[in-house]
């Protein structure tokens, strides 16, 4: 059962009860990501992140650990581009002592400065394990070419230059700008009470002040380019794209049907066609990256140097057959029956069902029934696939970015091929 209630200061509270689960997996999320920085800010609300599980006036670092491990459960976090999240999970009889730890964590951190500095090299770290990891790197190189100067192409580390720029002052004023009740969703699901979550919630963040919002989010213009890093490397890594649907677009569920069809699984016409086929890659798929007001589709492909441009070339065919002949009913069918297998295999844990709920909240401001999302993805129609190719597909508005070991004739070929529209 799902029910959703609002603080006096209006953060909604939603929850999922879910008797036969032993688990209570609990989230604190916040509507703000590394697409709220500005250029000077870039990586801060990844180092909130971090700095969060750092102390509090009565808690180290340490205690924060112990405490949880005590009992065997889980607290962690994350940052994206729209959002942050903290979260624990523990068994039912242990949610007292983690809801008290996650309040005070997000209400009680010292920021303190020490903590900071040896947090700040640590985040330093994690940018070099990117760096050093092509896979990951290429999305972050990905992301910058395809939004240009948009914060939404801001990699959500940040870079070295402006994570040892970040001081106390600046975290501080980051926080009370952006951490505030309009932008809080508490979601909790697994073997719980909505009225015992929704009490904690009053007794804690209740009492946060409602501050006004700071929204200055500029969807990005949409312009084709090309970026290539030279890099020595066994691969070469590439992605490319076009622009895709956001999150709230009717057509989502079409979306993510062509995507499984094109490149998305082990099945797909892209796997099977440049790996099973002529082996040409460990690893080539399709995603879908959808925000609040745009998105992405994108293809990424780990290949070696004598091979790039034919898997290129094939990419861009496997494009323009899709765009021209479009898919049949058997595929349709086999792709809805992957999806919908694929939504309820991902909902059989606590923490994926209090996922789900918060990002109803965020994207859709309700949750939507498992039950929808299903009939949704039951009306997928081939019309609506050939409709979403065209878009997808259209030359005229690619944009690839590659690292690795390509030869000076292969990046000008690229560069004819990927001309800036």
Known sequence: MIQLSHLTNTIPVVTENI????SIALGLWVKVGSRDETKDER??????????????????AL???????????????FTSKEYSCFYVKVLKKDIDLGFEILSDIFLNSLFDEKELEKERMVIIEEINMIEDTPDDLIHDLFNKTFFKDNSLGFPIT???????????????????????????????????????????????FGKMVEMPNPNHRETPKRRSSFFFL???????????????????????F????????????????????????????????SFLSPYSDTGIFGVYGGVKKNSFLKVIEL?????????????????????????????????????????????????????IPIEESIKQIDAVSIEDITYLAKRFFNPDYFTMAALGPAKEKEIKKLEEIFTIK
């Open 315 to 367: 990419v861009l065919k496997e494009m323009e057959k899709f765009s021209k002949n479009g898919i049949n009913k058997q595929e349709l069918l086999f792709a809805k029956d992957q999806l919908k297998g694929n939504l309820l295999l991902g909902l059989e844990s606590s923490d994926a069902r209090m996922n789900r709920l918060a990002k109803n909240i965020i994207f859709f401001n309700k949750v």
């Open 63 to 77: 205690d924060i650990a112990k405490e949880i491990d005590s009992v065997g459960g889980v607290i962690n976090a």
């Open 158 to 204: 940040g870079e070295k230059e402006t994570v040892f720029k970040i001081k106390r002052s600046h975290i501080l004023d980051y926080f009370k700008k952006f951490y505030i009740p309009s932008n809080i969703i508490i979601s909790a699901a697994g073997n719980l009470s909505h009225e015992m979550i929704l009490k904690k919630a009053k007794n804690s």
């Open 230 to 252: 030279p890099k020595n490397l066994e691969q070469i890594h590439f992605c490319l794209g076009s622009k895709g649907i956001p999150y709230q677009d009717s057509l989502r």
């Open 19 to 22: 008797p036969s689960f032993d």
């Open 254 to 285: 079409a979306a993510y049907t062509l995507n499984a069809i094109f490149g998305g699984s082990m099945s797909s016409r892209l796997f099977q066609e440049i790996r099973e086929k002529r082996g040409l890659a460990y690893s080539i798929y």
């Open 43 to 60: 990586g801060i609300t990844h180092f909130i992140e971090h700095l969060l599980f750092k102390g509090t006036k009565k808690r180290t």
